[in-house]
């Protein structure tokens, strides 16, 4: 009788891990950064930021002056 029960029950805990699997596969898709609407070699867009005295910086400041380089680190002092 045991031995009859072994095979439905273990059927349902793959079942039930499949299921699992599958919506926290699905939740990382809702969670996926959105596609980028800037690409390599595009324009900036202007944007402003404080730099580490606080003052104010754009990116329209240094248009035409001199050449930028935007280097973005994901997570960086996140701790992420």
Do not use: C, W
């Amino acid at each position: 009788m045991r031995r009859g029960l072994l095979v439905p029950v273990f059927g349902m805990i793959v079942l039930g891990g499949l299921a699992f699997l599958n919506r926290l596969a699905a939740q990382e898709k809702k969670d996926a950064m959105p596609e980028p609407t800037v690409k390599v070699g595009d324009v900036a867009p202007d944007f402003t930021l404080r730099d580490t005295h606080g003052k104010e910086v754009s990116l329209h400041d240094f248009r035409g002056k001199k050449s930028v380089a935007l280097a973005f680190y994901v997570f960086a002092f996140t701790g992420g």
